[in-house]
Protein backbone atom coordinates (compact mmCIF):
# COMPACT_ATOMS: atom_id res chain seq x y z
CA UNK A 1 0.00 0.00 0.00
CA UNK A 2 1.16 3.22 -1.26
CA UNK A 3 2.17 5.92 1.74
CA UNK A 4 -0.19 8.39 0.48
CA UNK A 5 -3.07 5.78 0.53
CA UNK A 6 -1.76 4.88 4.38
CA UNK A 7 -1.73 8.55 5.29
CA UNK A 8 -4.98 9.00 3.84
CA UNK A 9 -6.47 5.82 5.64
CA UNK A 10 -5.04 7.65 9.08
CA UNK A 11 -6.62 10.68 8.69
CA UNK A 12 -9.66 8.87 8.34
CA UNK A 13 -10.01 7.00 11.55
CA UNK A 14 -8.22 10.24 13.12
CA UNK A 15 -10.95 12.27 11.96
CA UNK A 16 -13.32 11.33 9.56
CA UNK A 17 -15.81 10.55 7.58
CA UNK A 18 -16.81 14.38 8.09
CA UNK A 19 -13.54 16.45 7.67
CA UNK A 20 -13.21 19.72 9.33
CA UNK A 21 -12.91 22.44 6.48
CA UNK A 22 -9.64 23.60 7.46
CA UNK A 23 -6.78 21.90 9.35
CA UNK A 24 -3.56 22.87 10.74
CA UNK A 25 -0.25 21.75 10.45
CA UNK A 26 2.73 22.04 12.45
CA UNK A 27 5.94 21.89 10.45
CA UNK A 28 9.45 22.93 11.77
CA UNK A 29 11.45 22.08 7.96
CA UNK A 30 12.66 18.52 9.10
CA UNK A 31 12.59 15.42 6.83
CA UNK A 32 9.11 14.47 8.68
CA UNK A 33 7.46 17.28 9.29
CA UNK A 34 7.87 17.84 5.55
CA UNK A 35 7.03 14.73 4.50
CA UNK A 36 3.58 14.93 6.22
CA UNK A 37 3.39 18.47 4.73
CA UNK A 38 3.04 17.00 1.21
CA UNK A 39 1.37 13.81 2.15
CA UNK A 40 -1.15 16.36 3.19
CA UNK A 41 -1.01 18.23 0.06
CA UNK A 42 -1.89 15.41 -1.77
CA UNK A 43 -4.46 14.55 0.50
CA UNK A 44 -6.34 18.00 0.15
CA UNK A 45 -6.54 16.84 -3.62
CA UNK A 46 -9.41 14.05 -2.72
CA UNK A 47 -11.23 15.70 0.32
CA UNK A 48 -10.65 19.64 -0.75
CA UNK A 49 -9.87 20.27 2.99
CA UNK A 50 -7.67 24.00 3.61
CA UNK A 51 -4.15 23.86 5.43
CA UNK A 52 -2.79 26.40 7.20
CA UNK A 53 0.65 25.54 7.96
CA UNK A 54 2.75 27.07 10.94
CA UNK A 55 6.39 26.93 11.79
CA UNK A 56 7.73 27.61 15.65
CA UNK A 57 11.40 28.96 15.50
CA UNK A 58 12.64 28.61 19.40
CA UNK A 59 15.83 30.56 18.11
CA UNK A 60 18.16 28.06 19.52
CA UNK A 61 19.92 27.71 16.42
CA UNK A 62 20.91 30.44 13.99
CA UNK A 63 19.74 28.49 11.40
CA UNK A 64 16.13 28.16 12.26
CA UNK A 65 15.37 31.50 10.88
CA UNK A 66 16.30 29.87 7.40
CA UNK A 67 14.51 26.56 7.74
CA UNK A 68 11.44 28.50 8.48
CA UNK A 69 11.81 30.70 5.45
CA UNK A 70 12.73 27.13 3.33
CA UNK A 71 8.98 25.87 4.98
CA UNK A 72 7.21 29.30 4.09
CA UNK A 73 8.93 29.43 0.25
CA UNK A 74 7.60 25.56 0.05
CA UNK A 75 4.29 26.40 1.03
CA UNK A 76 4.21 29.22 -1.01
CA UNK A 77 4.93 26.86 -4.36
CA UNK A 78 2.01 24.25 -2.72
CA UNK A 79 -0.52 27.17 -2.76
CA UNK A 80 -0.97 26.83 1.11
CA UNK A 81 -0.41 30.03 3.85
CA UNK A 82 2.38 29.83 6.21
CA UNK A 83 3.29 32.19 9.12
CA UNK A 84 6.38 31.80 11.44
CA UNK A 85 5.72 32.01 15.35
CA UNK A 86 8.36 33.25 17.01
CA UNK A 87 9.41 32.56 20.73
CA UNK A 88 12.67 33.44 22.41
CA UNK A 89 13.56 31.23 25.91
CA UNK A 90 13.99 33.63 28.93
CA UNK A 91 16.60 31.47 30.94
CA UNK A 92 14.15 30.57 33.32
CA UNK A 93 13.32 26.49 33.80
CA UNK A 94 13.84 23.09 31.64
CA UNK A 95 14.87 24.48 28.11
CA UNK A 96 12.99 22.00 26.28
CA UNK A 97 10.22 21.55 28.42
CA UNK A 98 9.57 25.53 28.36
CA UNK A 99 9.73 24.67 24.71
CA UNK A 100 7.55 22.83 24.23
CA UNK A 101 4.61 24.48 26.50
CA UNK A 102 5.68 27.51 24.22
CA UNK A 103 5.05 25.90 21.10
CA UNK A 104 1.39 24.61 21.70
CA UNK A 105 0.72 28.17 23.58
CA UNK A 106 1.44 30.16 20.13
CA UNK A 107 0.14 27.86 18.20
CA UNK A 108 -3.08 28.26 20.13
CA UNK A 109 -2.76 31.49 19.95
CA UNK A 110 -2.03 31.41 15.53
CA UNK A 111 -4.50 28.99 14.98
CA UNK A 112 -7.96 30.95 15.38
CA UNK A 113 -11.30 29.06 14.48
CA UNK A 114 -9.22 25.55 13.17
CA UNK A 115 -9.65 23.09 15.71
CA UNK A 116 -7.06 20.53 14.77
CA UNK A 117 -3.12 20.64 14.23
CA UNK A 118 -1.49 18.04 12.40
CA UNK A 119 1.81 16.82 13.76
CA UNK A 120 4.40 14.53 12.51
CA UNK A 121 5.33 12.38 15.37
CA UNK A 122 6.55 8.65 13.42
CA UNK A 123 7.21 5.10 14.57
CA UNK A 124 10.78 5.93 15.38
CA UNK A 125 8.62 8.84 18.13
CA UNK A 126 7.18 5.88 20.14
CA UNK A 127 10.53 3.89 20.05
CA UNK A 128 12.48 6.60 21.16
CA UNK A 129 9.64 7.91 23.82
CA UNK A 130 9.62 4.70 25.01
CA UNK A 131 13.28 4.31 25.85
CA UNK A 132 13.24 7.79 27.14
CA UNK A 133 10.23 6.94 29.81
CA UNK A 134 11.76 3.76 30.60
CA UNK A 135 14.94 5.16 31.82
CA UNK A 136 12.93 7.48 34.19
CA UNK A 137 11.32 4.58 35.38
CA UNK A 138 7.73 5.38 34.07
CA UNK A 139 4.59 3.52 34.96
CA UNK A 140 2.23 2.27 32.66
CA UNK A 141 0.56 5.74 31.45
CA UNK A 142 4.44 6.76 30.82
CA UNK A 143 5.54 4.01 29.05
CA UNK A 144 2.18 3.54 26.75
CA UNK A 145 2.41 5.36 23.04
CA UNK A 146 1.52 8.53 22.69
CA UNK A 147 -2.49 9.00 21.51
CA UNK A 148 -3.26 9.62 17.52
CA UNK A 149 -5.24 11.83 19.00
CA UNK A 150 -4.89 14.61 21.81
CA UNK A 151 -7.00 17.66 23.21
CA UNK A 152 -4.58 20.33 24.67
CA UNK A 153 -5.44 23.68 26.68
CA UNK A 154 -2.75 25.57 26.27
CA UNK A 155 -1.18 27.54 29.20
CA UNK A 156 -1.85 31.10 27.35
CA UNK A 157 1.42 32.30 29.10
CA UNK A 158 4.04 32.53 26.26
CA UNK A 159 4.14 35.17 23.98
CA UNK A 160 5.75 35.62 20.93
CA UNK A 161 5.65 37.04 17.27
CA UNK A 162 4.11 36.07 14.10
CA UNK A 163 5.02 36.47 10.40
CA UNK A 164 2.07 35.32 7.84
CA UNK A 165 -1.31 34.40 8.00
CA UNK A 166 -3.21 32.73 10.24
CA UNK A 167 -6.61 30.87 10.08
CA UNK A 168 -9.53 33.63 10.94
CA UNK A 169 -11.01 33.36 14.64
CA UNK A 170 -14.78 33.66 13.62
CA UNK A 171 -15.49 30.06 15.18
CA UNK A 172 -12.82 29.84 17.59
CA UNK A 173 -13.19 27.59 20.74
CA UNK A 174 -10.76 26.61 23.95
CA UNK A 175 -8.22 24.40 23.62
CA UNK A 176 -7.84 22.73 19.63
CA UNK A 177 -6.39 18.67 18.93
CA UNK A 178 -3.22 17.68 18.43
CA UNK A 179 -3.74 14.73 15.57
CA UNK A 180 -0.94 12.41 14.42
CA UNK A 181 -1.29 10.75 11.09
CA UNK A 182 2.06 9.40 10.87
CA UNK A 183 2.37 6.67 13.60
CA UNK A 184 2.38 3.82 11.88
CA UNK A 185 4.33 4.88 9.66
CA UNK A 186 9.18 4.95 9.78
CA UNK A 187 11.11 7.66 9.84
CA UNK A 188 13.04 5.99 6.92
CA UNK A 189 9.94 5.38 4.77
CA UNK A 190 9.02 9.57 4.97
CA UNK A 191 12.27 10.02 3.85
CA UNK A 192 12.52 7.65 0.95
CA UNK A 193 8.74 9.57 0.13
CA UNK A 194 10.77 12.90 0.16
CA UNK A 195 13.43 11.41 -2.07
CA UNK A 196 11.03 10.10 -4.91
CA UNK A 197 9.19 13.09 -4.71
CA UNK A 198 12.55 15.26 -4.69
CA UNK A 199 11.12 17.20 -1.59
CA UNK A 200 13.16 19.45 0.39
CA UNK A 201 13.77 19.20 3.93
CA UNK A 202 16.30 19.98 6.55
CA UNK A 203 18.24 17.85 9.11
CA UNK A 204 18.28 19.28 12.75
CA UNK A 205 21.93 18.69 13.97
CA UNK A 206 20.35 18.71 17.73
CA UNK A 207 19.07 14.75 16.29
CA UNK A 208 23.07 13.92 16.60
CA UNK A 209 24.07 15.68 19.56
CA UNK A 210 25.34 13.43 22.23
CA UNK A 211 24.00 16.44 24.72
CA UNK A 212 20.20 15.06 24.25
CA UNK A 213 18.96 11.93 25.79
CA UNK A 214 16.98 11.16 22.65
CA UNK A 215 19.78 11.29 20.41
CA UNK A 216 21.65 8.95 22.72
CA UNK A 217 18.87 6.29 22.76
CA UNK A 218 18.65 7.09 18.93
CA UNK A 219 22.35 5.25 18.76
CA UNK A 220 21.61 2.47 20.66
CA UNK A 221 18.56 1.00 18.72
CA UNK A 222 20.71 -0.27 16.07
CA UNK A 223 22.11 -2.54 18.64
CA UNK A 224 18.85 -3.49 20.49
CA UNK A 225 17.89 -4.34 17.34
CA UNK A 226 20.00 -7.29 16.43
CA UNK A 227 19.05 -8.31 20.42
CA UNK A 228 15.47 -8.37 18.93
CA UNK A 229 14.61 -5.06 20.51
CA UNK A 230 14.26 -2.82 17.69
CA UNK A 231 12.26 0.10 16.85
CA UNK A 232 9.00 -2.29 15.68
CA UNK A 233 9.04 -4.18 19.14
CA UNK A 234 9.28 -1.11 21.09
CA UNK A 235 6.73 0.40 19.28
CA UNK A 236 4.24 -2.02 19.34
CA UNK A 237 4.88 -2.48 23.45
CA UNK A 238 4.13 0.77 23.92
CA UNK A 239 0.90 0.52 21.85
CA UNK A 240 -0.40 -2.05 24.09
CA UNK A 241 0.26 -0.55 26.96
CA UNK A 242 -1.60 2.43 25.65
CA UNK A 243 -4.36 0.12 25.33
CA UNK A 244 -3.59 -1.41 29.04
CA UNK A 245 -4.03 2.10 30.36
CA UNK A 246 -7.28 2.75 28.61
CA UNK A 247 -8.56 -0.06 30.48
CA UNK A 248 -7.40 1.21 33.35
CA UNK A 249 -8.48 5.20 32.52
CA UNK A 250 -11.66 3.38 31.66
CA UNK A 251 -12.08 1.47 35.59
CA UNK A 252 -11.30 5.03 36.82
CA UNK A 253 -14.24 6.95 34.88
CA UNK A 254 -16.94 3.92 36.05
CA UNK A 255 -15.15 4.67 39.65
CA UNK A 256 -15.71 8.78 39.37
CA UNK A 257 -19.32 7.61 38.21
CA UNK A 258 -19.85 5.92 41.19
CA UNK A 259 -18.61 7.92 43.93
CA UNK A 260 -18.08 11.41 42.37
CA UNK A 261 -19.82 14.67 41.06
CA UNK A 262 -19.09 18.38 39.76
CA UNK A 263 -20.34 20.91 42.67
CA UNK A 264 -23.12 22.92 40.50
CA UNK A 265 -25.05 25.99 41.79
CA UNK A 266 -29.13 25.71 41.85
CA UNK A 267 -29.15 27.07 38.27
CA UNK A 268 -26.64 23.86 37.21
CA UNK A 269 -23.34 26.24 36.42
CA UNK A 270 -20.60 24.34 36.96
CA UNK A 271 -18.60 26.06 39.96
CA UNK A 272 -15.32 23.59 38.75
CA UNK A 273 -14.90 22.25 42.17
CA UNK A 274 -15.08 18.64 42.31
CA UNK A 275 -16.91 16.38 45.17
CA UNK A 276 -16.88 12.94 46.66
CA UNK A 277 -17.89 10.32 48.41
CA UNK A 278 -16.71 9.95 52.29
CA UNK A 279 -16.47 6.68 51.42
CA UNK A 280 -14.66 6.71 48.29
CA UNK A 281 -11.71 4.27 48.54
CA UNK A 282 -14.40 1.41 49.79
CA UNK A 283 -15.08 1.73 45.94
CA UNK A 284 -11.83 0.17 44.61
CA UNK A 285 -7.84 -0.75 45.37
CA UNK A 286 -5.85 2.04 46.42
CA UNK A 287 -4.05 1.98 42.50
CA UNK A 288 -7.56 3.24 41.17
CA UNK A 289 -8.39 5.71 43.86
CA UNK A 290 -4.68 7.49 43.11
CA UNK A 291 -5.28 7.58 39.63
CA UNK A 292 -8.65 8.72 40.49
CA UNK A 293 -7.32 11.04 42.47
CA UNK A 294 -4.42 12.60 39.90
CA UNK A 295 -7.32 13.18 37.49
CA UNK A 296 -9.14 15.17 39.57
CA UNK A 297 -6.69 17.09 40.69
CA UNK A 298 -5.46 17.46 37.29
CA UNK A 299 -8.59 18.38 35.89
CA UNK A 300 -8.92 20.81 38.54
CA UNK A 301 -5.41 22.61 38.45
CA UNK A 302 -5.18 22.61 33.97
CA UNK A 303 -1.95 20.77 35.27
CA UNK A 304 -0.16 18.93 32.45
CA UNK A 305 1.53 16.42 34.42
CA UNK A 306 0.58 14.71 37.24
CA UNK A 307 1.48 15.10 41.17
CA UNK A 308 4.75 13.38 42.16
CA UNK A 309 3.74 9.74 43.39
CA UNK A 310 4.74 10.44 46.99
CA UNK A 311 2.79 13.15 47.61
CA UNK A 312 -0.51 11.92 46.31
CA UNK A 313 -0.04 8.96 48.17
CA UNK A 314 0.62 11.17 50.74
CA UNK A 315 -2.29 12.98 50.07
CA UNK A 316 -5.15 9.86 49.66
CA UNK A 317 -3.88 8.20 52.35
CA UNK A 318 -4.33 11.59 54.68
CA UNK A 319 -8.04 12.23 52.40
CA UNK A 320 -8.51 8.31 53.53
CA UNK A 321 -9.02 8.94 57.56
CA UNK A 322 -10.54 12.09 57.26
CA UNK A 323 -8.37 14.81 56.60
CA UNK A 324 -7.37 16.96 53.83
CA UNK A 325 -4.13 19.03 52.36
CA UNK A 326 -3.21 21.05 49.40
CA UNK A 327 -1.19 19.41 45.80
CA UNK A 328 -0.36 20.94 42.81
CA UNK A 329 -2.56 23.77 43.29
CA UNK A 330 -5.48 22.49 44.44
CA UNK A 331 -6.75 22.38 48.00
CA UNK A 332 -8.81 19.21 49.38
CA UNK A 333 -11.20 19.51 52.56
CA UNK A 334 -14.42 17.59 53.77
CA UNK A 335 -17.29 19.67 54.27
CA UNK A 336 -21.13 19.01 55.09
CA UNK A 337 -20.31 14.89 54.59
CA UNK A 338 -18.57 15.41 50.99
CA UNK A 339 -14.87 15.56 50.35
CA UNK A 340 -14.23 18.97 48.07
CA UNK A 341 -11.33 19.28 45.61
CA UNK A 342 -11.24 22.86 44.72
CA UNK A 343 -8.15 25.03 43.13
CA UNK A 344 -6.15 26.69 46.05
CA UNK A 345 -6.53 30.39 45.87
CA UNK A 346 -2.90 31.32 45.84
CA UNK A 347 -2.14 29.65 42.56
CA UNK A 348 -4.86 32.39 40.90
CA UNK A 349 -4.18 35.25 42.98
CA UNK A 350 -3.14 37.28 39.49
CA UNK A 351 -5.82 38.44 37.44
CA UNK A 352 -6.55 38.46 33.55
CA UNK A 353 -8.02 40.90 31.15
CA UNK A 354 -11.02 40.02 30.20
CA UNK A 355 -9.75 40.64 26.61
CA UNK A 356 -8.17 36.74 26.76
CA UNK A 357 -9.78 34.14 25.70
CA UNK A 358 -9.00 31.49 28.70
CA UNK A 359 -8.74 32.34 32.35
CA UNK A 360 -6.62 29.72 34.46
CA UNK A 361 -6.39 27.44 31.70
CA UNK A 362 -10.13 26.25 32.27
CA UNK A 363 -12.22 29.19 32.03
CA UNK A 364 -13.25 30.38 28.47
CA UNK A 365 -14.20 33.76 29.13
CA UNK A 366 -17.49 35.00 27.68
CA UNK A 367 -16.72 38.07 24.60
CA UNK A 368 -19.85 39.52 26.70
CA UNK A 369 -18.10 40.56 29.43
CA UNK A 370 -17.39 44.75 29.03
CA UNK A 371 -14.22 46.11 27.79
CA UNK A 372 -12.36 47.38 30.58
CA UNK A 373 -13.15 44.54 33.29
CA UNK A 374 -10.73 41.93 34.53
CA UNK A 375 -11.02 38.08 35.64
CA UNK A 376 -9.88 36.95 38.80
CA UNK A 377 -10.26 35.04 41.53
CA UNK A 378 -13.06 36.18 43.89
CA UNK A 379 -10.83 36.58 47.05
CA UNK A 380 -11.93 37.55 50.36
CA UNK A 381 -12.63 40.90 49.05
CA UNK A 382 -15.06 39.12 46.57
CA UNK A 383 -17.15 37.21 49.35
CA UNK A 384 -17.76 40.06 51.38
CA UNK A 385 -19.06 42.13 48.31
CA UNK A 386 -21.16 39.01 47.63
CA UNK A 387 -23.20 39.08 50.67
CA UNK A 388 -26.80 37.69 49.12
CA UNK A 389 -24.99 33.97 48.45
CA UNK A 390 -27.58 31.33 47.66
CA UNK A 391 -28.58 27.94 49.57
CA UNK A 392 -25.72 25.57 48.48
CA UNK A 393 -22.89 27.88 47.99
CA UNK A 394 -19.16 27.14 47.77
CA UNK A 395 -18.34 26.86 51.27
CA UNK A 396 -15.70 29.98 51.65
CA UNK A 397 -12.41 28.39 51.61
CA UNK A 398 -13.62 26.68 48.32
CA UNK A 399 -14.89 30.40 46.91
CA UNK A 400 -12.15 32.20 47.16
CA UNK A 401 -10.81 30.93 43.64
CA UNK A 402 -14.33 30.94 41.55
CA UNK A 403 -13.34 32.96 38.61
CA UNK A 404 -15.44 36.17 39.04
CA UNK A 405 -15.59 39.85 36.47
CA UNK A 406 -14.28 42.80 38.12
CA UNK A 407 -14.20 46.68 37.45
CA UNK A 408 -11.22 47.96 39.23
CA UNK A 409 -12.67 46.72 43.15
CA UNK A 410 -15.96 46.08 41.84
CA UNK A 411 -17.30 42.75 41.78
CA UNK A 412 -19.64 42.80 38.95
CA UNK A 413 -20.35 38.79 38.52
CA UNK A 414 -19.33 35.44 39.95
CA UNK A 415 -21.53 32.52 38.12
CA UNK A 416 -20.20 29.83 41.49
CA UNK A 417 -22.37 32.48 43.79
CA UNK A 418 -25.00 33.14 41.19
CA UNK A 419 -24.23 36.46 41.23
CA UNK A 420 -24.64 39.18 37.93
CA UNK A 421 -26.24 37.77 34.24
CA UNK A 422 -24.83 34.34 34.29
CA UNK A 423 -22.62 32.59 31.61
CA UNK A 424 -19.66 34.77 32.11
CA UNK A 425 -17.28 32.39 32.16
CA UNK A 426 -17.25 28.22 30.87
CA UNK A 427 -15.59 25.48 31.76
CA UNK A 428 -13.15 24.77 28.19
CA UNK A 429 -14.03 20.88 28.69
CA UNK A 430 -17.72 20.03 27.86
CA UNK A 431 -17.00 16.54 28.24
CA UNK A 432 -16.53 16.64 32.04
CA UNK A 433 -14.24 14.83 34.78
CA UNK A 434 -15.10 11.70 32.61
CA UNK A 435 -14.07 12.54 29.49
CA UNK A 436 -10.58 14.54 30.94
CA UNK A 437 -10.21 10.70 32.48
CA UNK A 438 -10.24 9.50 29.18
CA UNK A 439 -8.52 11.30 27.13
CA UNK A 440 -5.77 11.52 29.85
Known amino acids: MSLDQRFADAMGQRLGPNFPSDIGLAVSGGGDSMAMLYLAHNWTRVWGVRLWVVTVDHGF ?51 GGVGHVLMAHTRDDLAETFLMRLKRGSGVDGLAAMAPRRFVTPSGCSKGTVDGAGPPDDRRSAGFEVIRPCLEITRAEMRHYLRVLKGRWVEDPSNDDPAYDRARLRRLLPLLEKEGLGQEVLAATAERLREEATALRLRTAEVWDAVGAPLLTADGADTGILSLDPDWTRQCDPATQRRLLSAMIRYVSGADYAPRAEALEGLRERMASGGGGTLHGCEV ?108
Open 61 to 111: RPESADEAAMVAEECRLLGWPHATLRWHWDGTGNKMDAARRARLDLIDQWR
Open 333 to 440: IHHKGRILIFREFAAVAEPTQAAALVWDRRWQISPAIPDGCSVRALGEDGWQQARDRPDGAPPFRAALSLPSVWQGERLLACDGLGLGPGQTVRLCRADGVRGFVLSH
